[in-house]
């Protein structure tokens, strides 16, 4: 009997230190540790911590963070806090459409992930490459995600000369549809355009 409580010691012991590591591993706003979790309008995503925020893209990509400043940002995230109601589909099937027609040189979709129909957030993800304005091979992630019952959508944008797998994982699955009446970056929601 000695024994067996031993055992269930250790192992309490064990699981108490796993539960305190990974609670140590997520950030005060819920972030893994590494990011840094932003809420905008209908968004919630979490961004590398030491990014810089560089603003507004245009008048649909309101929000914008660089692995660095200016010149030197080898990578960009860039997100669309509230795309409107036309559901995840549509506005997946409008940004590979803009892309195709001239909106990225060379664009091409290497992979596209279909949404769980019966999740309650509806996700698609998006793989491509394109060129940059010297012929270089650029990589682009696209997630875009609307909640089913509301059809609020947003939609994020990961590009760069070489996209980080981990990076890329961590943001993908931070992305979070938050119901809110709530505007991006002060202005009214808008459809895409």
Not at 51 to 61: E, F, I, P, S
């Amino acid at each position: 009997m000695r024994g067996a409580r031993a055992r269930l010691a250790g192992r309490a012991g064990v699981l108490a230190l796993l539960s305190a590591t990974l609670l140590g591993a997520c950030t005060s706003g819920g972030a893994p540790e590494g990011y840094d979790r932003v809420e905008d309008g209908w968004l919630r995503v979490d961004v590398p911590e030491g990014w810089t925020d560089t603003g507004a893209l245009n008048d649909r990509w309101s929000r914008s963070w660089q692995d660095a400043e200016g010149e030197q940002g080898a990578v960009q995230l860039a997100a669309v806090p509230a795309w409107g109601t036309a559901g995840s589909d549509a506005a997946s099937g409008q940004l590979v459409a803009e892309a195709q027609v001239g909106g990225y040189p060379g664009f091409q979709v290497e992979n596209q992930d279909w949404p769980d129909l019966e999740a309650d957030t509806q996700r698609w993800r998006i793989d491509f490459t394109y060129e940059s304005e010297d012929g270089e091979p650029l990589q682009g992630v696209w997630w875009v995600a609307s909640d089913k019952e509301t059809s609020k959508t947003v939609a994020v944008q990961l590009t760069g000369e070489h996209l980080d797998e981990e990076v890329v994982t961590a943001i993908g699955e931070s992305i979070a549809v938050i119901d809110t009446d709530a505007t991006p970056s002060g202005q009214p929601s808008a459809q895409a355009g």
